[in-house]
């Protein structure tokens, strides 16, 4: 009983997968949903794609606490750069906002965050912020507790120049494999695309994702498990 009072006080945390990655024309945020306290799933349908400006975004992972908080500093103090330059705030500005704000405050947050957007000067930009404060401009990046099983496959999938169902193809099946192998990870997968247009969301709920190696399908009851495994379905219990 100790141990799972103890998993409930435990902070929200989001053992999770984000990634970002640019593709020619702009870029494509994923992330997938659950947020865990301890052992016990806080929230399975969480959003980590937070909107920073109409054209910029951020992906979060490590304490939600902490995230959420940055998160909501940066859109402030972007939306008074907005206003003072009467332009909306470049993707770099956002990054090396948040950038400040980790490192700073280093030795008290626990965040993992990656901003991704598109700005007139110079297209779409993905940035990461690991922890400690680094910023690192990249052509793609990984983050969260998921990440760890991602970095062979995004060596030998992604390429330069790729198309946008491409780009966002390889990010659903890239969440969809951490959530597969990574017990912190999982629910839906949320994409943000991001480009000259505007900024397009999707929704990829989790029995609609491709099952991996040893995965057991999603069930709605226990009755569906038991009728998938014998032809007649169970007796009703009498008394």
Known sequence: MDSIMKDLNSPHSMGTTIIGVTYDGGVILGADSRTSTGLYVA???SDKITQLTDNVYLCRSGSAADSQLVSD??????HQHTIQLGQPATVKVAANLIRLLSYNNK???QAGLIVGGWDKYEGGKIYGVPLGGTIVEQPFAIGGSGSTYLYGFFDQEWKDGMTKDEAEKLVVKAVSLAIARDGASGGVVR???INSEGVTRNFYPGDTLPLWHEEIPAHNSLLDILSSSSSASPEPMVS
């Open 73 to 78: 500093y940066v859109r402030h103090f972007l």
């Open 191 to 193: 994409t943000v695309i």
């Open 43 to 45: 929230n399975r349908a």
């Open 107 to 109: 030795n008290m947050l």
